[in-house]
């Protein structure tokens, strides 16, 4: 099945740990992308990345590192998650930029204490 | 930077009955795609409808239709015939060819019986 996969699906955490939130996608999408989503404010995008080791800033990506050392992987990493990064947060793939529409994933609640 | 702007944040319609989303959008880019995604009170984000800018054709999948006008930069969703099912939140998107999305900030559709 097609998919992209993202885990944990909910994870709470304190102040300062370092956590890694993982997206996988086996459509061999050339296009990944993170979101977060906000009561009110839509989906904003912290990172995106068009392909293998290209990674670009979205309009919210302060807090935020992402790496792409495999097409299939896009992992969001925050090294010092801080209270206001609670949030649900979705990944994304599409085979170019936009064609076709963005594969969601399930999404994962963040919550930093 | 694009800008995605939905002005209804409720909705409401009869089963059955006819509804239309609006969304208007702001972009320098030529090339570009735009979406509507459906996010029911499972959290899971699902595309309804896409329309590739350089189409003048309006996309249409089953009872969901869109009606787009590129100089006015407006892209509505009508729903016809509503059932229960469509109630949910719906989400207007911009996808450029340089790789950022942009999300309104959503419609709560509710469809009542």
């Known amino acids: 099945e097609a998919q992209v996969t993202q885990n944990p699906r909910y994870l709470i955490t304190v102040t300062g740990k370092k956590l890694t939130v993982t997206c996988s996608q086996n459509?061999?999408?050339?296009?990944m992308s993170w979101y977060r989503q906000d009561p009110g404010l839509g989906l904003r995008q912290i990172y995106y990345?068009?392909?293998?080791?290209?990674?670009d800033k979205g309009d919210v990506p302060e807090g935020y590192k992402v790496s792409r050392k495999e097409k299939r992987n896009f992992p969001l990493i925050l090294e010092s998650p801080s209270p206001n990064q609670t949030s649900l947060y979705f990944c994304?793939?599409?085979?170019?930029?936009?064609?076709?529409?963005?594969?969601f994933g399930s999404g994962t609640r963040l919550t930093v204490v | 930077a694009q800008t995605v702007t939905q002005s209804q944040p409720e909705m409401s319609v009869q089963e059955a009955e006819t509804v239309t989303l609006s969304c208007t959008y702001d972009?320098?880019?030529?090339?570009?795609?735009l979406f509507w995604y459906k996010q029911p009170p499972s959290r899971q984000m699902i595309l309804v409808i896409r329309?590739?800018?350089?189409?003048?054709q309006n996309a249409t999948e089953n009872r969901f239709s869109v009606n787009f006008q590129k100089a006015a930069k407006s892209f509505s969703l009508k729903i016809s015939d509503s059932q229960l099912g469509d109630t949910a939140m719906y989400f207007c998107a911009f996808g450029g060819d340089a790789g950022k999305s942009t999300f309104g900030d959503g419609t709560t559709l509710t469809v009542k019986p």
């Open positions: 459509m061999n999408h050339e296009y």
């Open positions: 972009t320098s880019e030529n090339n570009y795609y």
């Open positions: 329309q590739e800018a350089y189409k003048q």
């Open positions: 994304a793939s599409s085979r170019r930029t936009g064609t076709g529409g963005y594969t």
């Open positions: 990345s068009m392909n293998v080791e290209v990674t």
